[in-house]
């Protein structure tokens, strides 16, 4: 074997790996938090929603679970294109994440639902709370942060998987890295480098779940155990 | 040009059977392999857990996009060209099972209380022996819904073999487009295709795992 | 009369100074004390006062940090210590049985006779029936643990020791999950090994028993052995602590 690495070849591109990682976090950002609030209501329409939306929400979860992502990716950025509207690939990069993981999410925080005891409601309908109040105080806030571990894990994931967008040409850390190897012709030491970096952000977001865990949780903070 | 028609789903069909056939490759192997760093990650030795926990971390910190462009550029980098598309992608797929497995598989051998493992101890029984008759039967049993479960992450993934240039489901739907560019209606078929082999394993994973929850109670 | 003439035979099982630690927990603060061959010792002592990490102690389970512990031979303290040969002189059985839930009543014994002491399966099988109708249990051979009552899965336990011929039983209160009836039978197993001769150290609650099958009697108390002596010693408490311990029980 009579491979020569040759990293620096790669040091005048770091701007442009900075971006992508900038464009990474920025992406899997926004499609946490948009699936995350597709997830849960799709949670409250399975477990408490008429009989159509729960049917519409079990169909949406299997879909969702049994496809592929990339074919996912596709079918919204044809499919878009198909009804006329013009959006920019990571419009339709951003909007394929979040039908992805609003599914995914759904069942986590369904699982997390179904963890409150009956007790619970019953206790907070003899205090008179309404039942708005009563989804968001008693149900809402113990259920996610009983599954928040669950949670972080799958965007994490999401995190990874934006990687996959780079098929539609969207502009993120992977189509960067593709750019630079096909403009350096050091291919290996490229991925070798981009992955590093996707290690690092892996570790990144798991920081900053935990550190919004424990901003948002006051009784994990204080007491540091498991709901 | 001619417009989608059953000729093209034949041919899809034919892609699905790679599909398959990558699925199985990845399975066995990331299995193997996975096992291999399950029993590492519980090794009385700490070196060699620590070497199973780094390698895990690895596998599950890295997009498997960029595990595949690693091995099929890291095989022309050791010197073997013109390596086939389906080892290179089976590699990938491998290497990519076998952390998520490995995972799953610790913390089934994990959940088997400690008092078998002392039990089994104070019957004289050797570390491989506790191992292999008390601990992992038992483990097993509750490896199979999760395990079946990430059967279904497999044949999903396989599709970024596509990028290798590999001829599976997502490949094909590709070639396809490129010829007649009906793309919505070729990639709803390809994602039935994906889900005919995908919703059976799911329903399986998801009544073994209220077996084993009824069999618990 | 007959402990003033040293005895031919060495303790089966001897410790001595023995200092154990969790953290800064102290468990054992200098536990000493004999087991001769044939012996029944009863431990008793409150919650917390290191029986059973005592008795875990004997058999290699926890390390210690000081003293010295002998048992059938080995070393306990030797770090250099076989454990795999201590276990094949010392049966141990624990207060929630721990079978394995996969194997038959029959499979659970005949696998340690197989695995490390090599026996076919016929002789495995053979063993197996032998220690069960020891613990009148023949009738339950092929089913499993789960279909048992406590008390059978109890005998059980106590029949997989035995198939391995130990020298010494260790038992850590194997009766305190379990109903008055369902305690009688094992205790009524008990009571047989002792009068064949088995050489015992029993974790117990049961006074009653330790008063009766027991021929030494160890009290524990923070960590020490605060009092020792025949079972008559229950009807005699020396120390305070032991008075306050017995009025307590009954
Ligand atoms: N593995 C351990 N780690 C930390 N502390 C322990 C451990 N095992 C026992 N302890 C502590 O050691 C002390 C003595 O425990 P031990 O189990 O020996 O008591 P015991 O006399 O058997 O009590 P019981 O009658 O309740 O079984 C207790 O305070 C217990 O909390
Ligand atoms: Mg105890």
């Known amino acids: ?227 | 040009m001619q417009s989608f028609g059953l000729i093209h789903v034949e041919f899809l069909a034919w892609a699905a059977l790679w599909t398959v056939g990558l699925s199985l490759i990845a399975f066995v192997g990331g299995g193997l392999l996975g096992f291999a760093v399950a029993l590492a990650r519980v090794s009385g030795s700490l070196a060699v857990r620590a070497a199973a926990i780094v390698y895990i971390q690895i596998v599950q910190g890295t997009p498997l996009l960029i595990l595949l462009f690693l091995i099929y550029f890291g095989v022309a980098v050791a010197g073997f060209s013109g390596v086939p598309a389906i080892l290179a992608a089976g590699a990938g797929l491998t290497v990519y099972s076998s952390g998520f497995l490995a995972e799953i598989w610790r913390g089934c051998i994990q959940s088997v209380p400690k008092t078998q493992w002392e039990a089994a101890e104070c019957l004289a029984l050797t570390r491989w022996q506790r191992m292999t008759r008390v601990i992992l039967p038992q483990a097993l049993r509750m490896a199979t819904a999760p395990t079946v479960g990430f059967l279904v992450q497999i044949v999903k993934n396989t599709s970024l073999a596509s990028v290798v240039g590999f001829v599976e489901l997502s490949q094909a739907g590709k070639l396809i487009n490129n010829s007649i560019f009906e793309p919505f209606t070729i990639f709803v078929t390809v994602a039935l295709f994906y889900f005919a082999l995908c919703f059976p394993l799911s329903t399986w994973s998801r009544s073994l795992e209220r077996k084993l929850n009824v069999s618990r109670r | 009369m007959s402990s003033t003439l040293s005895s031919p035979l060495s303790p089966v099982v001897s410790l001595s100074n023995v200092h154990k630690s969790f953290g800064a927990l102290k468990v054992l603060d200098g536990v000493s004390f004999d087991v001769g061959v044939g012996e029944v010792a009863a431990i008793i002592g409150q919650s917390g006062s290191g029986k059973s990490t005592a008795l875990r102690c004997i058999n290699a389970l926890e390390t210690i940090q000081q003293g010295t512990i002998q048992v059938c031979g080995h070393a306990i303290h030797d770090p250099a210590l076989d454990r795999r040969a201590l276990r094949r002189d010392v049966g141990i059985v624990f207060q929630s049985y721990n079978l394995f839930p996969h194997l038959t009543v029959e499979q659970n014994i005949m696998l340690a006779p197989t695995c490390v002491k090599a026996l076919s399966k016929g002789e495995a099988r053979d063993l197996a029936r032998e220690v069960l109708s020891h613990v009148g249990l023949e009738a339950k051979a092929d089913q499993y643990p789960e279909q048992l009552s406590g008390g059978q899965q109890q005998r059980v336990a106590i029949a997989r020791s035995l198939a391995m011929r130990p020298k010494l039983m260790l038992f850590d209160e194997v009766t305190s999950a379990l109903d008055p009836q369902l305690t009688g039978e094992v205790l009524k197993v008990m009571e047989t090994l002792a009068r064949e001769g088995m050489t015992m150290i029993l974790v117990t609650h049961e006074m009653a028993f330790a008063r009766k099958v027991a021929s030494k009697v160890v009290y524990m108390h923070q960590g020490r052995v605060w009092e020792t002596g025949t079972g008559a010693m229950l009807d005699d408490p020396q120390t305070p602590e032991l008075r306050a311990f017995i009025g307590n029980g009954l």
């Open chain 1, 1 to 227: 074997m009579s491979y020569q690495f040759d990293f620096a070849a790669l040091l005048p591109y770091w701007p442009e790996f900075a971006m992508g990682m900038w464009l990474t976090l920025q992406l899997s950002a926004v499609a946490t938090v948009l699936g995350f609030v597709v997830g849960t209501l799709c949670a409250i329409g399975r477990a408490d929603g008429p009989p159509a939306v729960k049917w519409a929400v079990a169909a949406y979860v299997e879909i969702i679970r049994n496809t592929p992502l990339l074919v996912q990716i596709f079918l919204v950025y044809f499919g878009i294109a198909t009804l006329g509207v013009h959006v920019s690939a990571n419009m339709a990069a951003v909007a394929a994440l979040v039908v992805n993981v609003g599914a995914y999410t759904s069942e986590i925080v369904r699982a997390g639902l179904e963890s409150v005891h009956k007790a619970q409601l019953e206790a907070a309908d003899c205090l008179g709370l309404s039942r708005a109040q009563t989804y968001w105080h008693v149900i809402l806030r113990p259920a996610v942060e009983r599954v928040y571990p669950a949670l972080t894990s799958q965007y994490v994931l999401l995190m990874l998987a934006s990687s996959i967008t780079s098929q539609i040409s969207a502009e993120e850390l992977t189509a960067v890295a593709n750019r630079v190897q096909s403009d350096t012709f050091r291919s290996f030491e490229t991925y070798i480098v981009v992955g590093l970096l996707y290690l690092l952000l892996s570790f990144v977001v798991r920081v900053a779940f935990w550190l919004f865990g424990m901003g948002v949780f006051a009784r994990r903070r204080k007491l540091g155990t498991a709901l």
